[in-house]
């Protein structure tokens, strides 16, 4: 079995503090309102992030295009959910295909918050059907 959430021992004292800066509607590129939005790669870059761009290219540059910040406030819940392209965000991504990584930076003091991951263990598929496949695909699958 593998773990699925890592905690990494970076120092990222200087990337927080670009990301908080970030954390403002006036820079958002897409998504849902004002609480939940990306910042494109380019927004980073012309602000000027620097340390932005380097902490993502330790990770060689693997992640989806922009930064998505989620505000919530204490004690307030986010359902289990598995993250995709479904909303169409990322043009490089089939629709139904799965984000398989993440890295999670808190940007507010420490409150005795709790963040818990799920693996979906049955790993169903998306509802519909990924365009790089073929009906034919689908249907040897499911029977």
Request: net charge negative; aromatic share 12%; hydrophobic share 30%.
């Amino acid at each position: 079995m593998f773990s699925c959430a890592y905690e990494l021992d970076l120092d990222i004292e200087d990337v927080r503090k670009e990301l908080q800066y970030l954390n403002d509607p006036i820079f958002k590129d897409r998504g849902y309102d004002d609480l939940c939005f990306y910042v494109s790669d380019k927004t980073v870059q012309k602000e000027g992030c620097e340390n932005i761009i380097k902490f993502k290219q330790l990770f060689n540059n693997g992640f989806v295009e922009g930064i998505r910040f989620l505000n919530m406030k204490p004690k307030q819940t986010y359902n289990p959910h598995v993250d995709s392209n479904e909303q169409g965000f990322h043009p490089d991504i089939p629709m139904d295909i799965h984000q398989p990584g993440n890295v999670n930076i808190l940007l507010s003091k420490l409150v005795g918050d709790e963040t818990v991951w799920y693996i979906d263990g049955e790993l169903r598929r998306f509802h519909g059907q990924s365009p790089q496949r073929s009906a034919a695909q689908d249907a040897a699958e499911s029977s």
